[in-house]
């Protein structure tokens, strides 16, 4: 009885122990991601920076109603 109890007692803390470590790799995942997503939007940062500033440009020139 005691060996049953103390096998389930260890598998329990293996399962346990998995749940962590899987928890660990999710949030390794969510950080490379992250640091990605940022560097990708300081590369393009720039180019969406020109597309509004042409946007903004057109739309004052449609509102005033003079053409270039």
Do not use: C, D
Not at 18 to 44: C, D, H, K, P, W
Request: glycine share 8%; hydrophobic share 40%.
């Amino acid at each position: 009885m005691t060996k049953y109890i103390f096998g389930k007692l260890k598998r329990r803390e293996r399962q346990s122990s998995r749940r962590g470590q899987t928890l660990v790799e999710y949030a390794l995942i969510l950080a490379f991601i992250s640091v990605v997503a940022i560097l990708v939007l300081q590369q393009l940062g720039g180019e969406v920076t020109k597309v509004f500033e042409t946007i903004r440009g057109k739309l004052q020139e449609a509102r005033t109603g003079s053409t270039t």
